[in-house]
């Protein structure tokens, strides 16, 4: 199993900047895919953005190209999200899963999930 919790919400004002944390354990943690997703009320889950562990190989979401950038740092079995230039549409909870997915933003094809944080941008 892996296990990932996110975390590093929180309420920022519009054109702010907030970086995510997803800490990840477990047996295969060290080959899998990490995917960042976020889900709004009454909207469907998207995929953000995704690493994978093993060639550090990115994926985003169209919508958040050029201003977030997902990285590692494998010492300290963490995954970032870095989020600049924050919107309100960015509001959301976003949470982190791990797998080994042929489609990096799409979450079905995501195993393991941990609990979301909330982020919240004021307009």
């Known amino acids: 199993d892996v296990q990932t919790v996110a975390s590093g919400g929180g309420l920022v004002p519009a054109g702010g900047s907030l970086r995510l944390s997803c800490a990840v354990s477990?047996?295969?943690?060290?080959?899998?895919?990490i995917g960042w997703f976020r889900q709004a009320p009454g909207k469907e889950r998207e995929g953000v953005a995704s690493i994978k562990s093993s060639d550090g190989f990115t994926h985003y979401a169209n919508s958040v190209k050029g201003r977030f950038t997902i990285s590692r740092d494998n010492a300290k079995n963490t995954v970032y999200l870095q989020m600049n230039s924050l919107k309100p549409e960015d509001t959301a909870v976003y949470s982190c899963?791990?797998?080994?997915?042929?489609?990096?933003?799409?979450?079905?094809?995501?195993?393991?999930w941990g609990q979301g944080t909330q982020v919240t941008v004021s307009s």
């Open positions: 477990g047996f295969r943690a060290g080959d899998s895919t």
């Open positions: 899963a791990s797998g080994w997915p042929t489609l990096p933003l799409l979450g079905d094809e995501y195993d393991y």
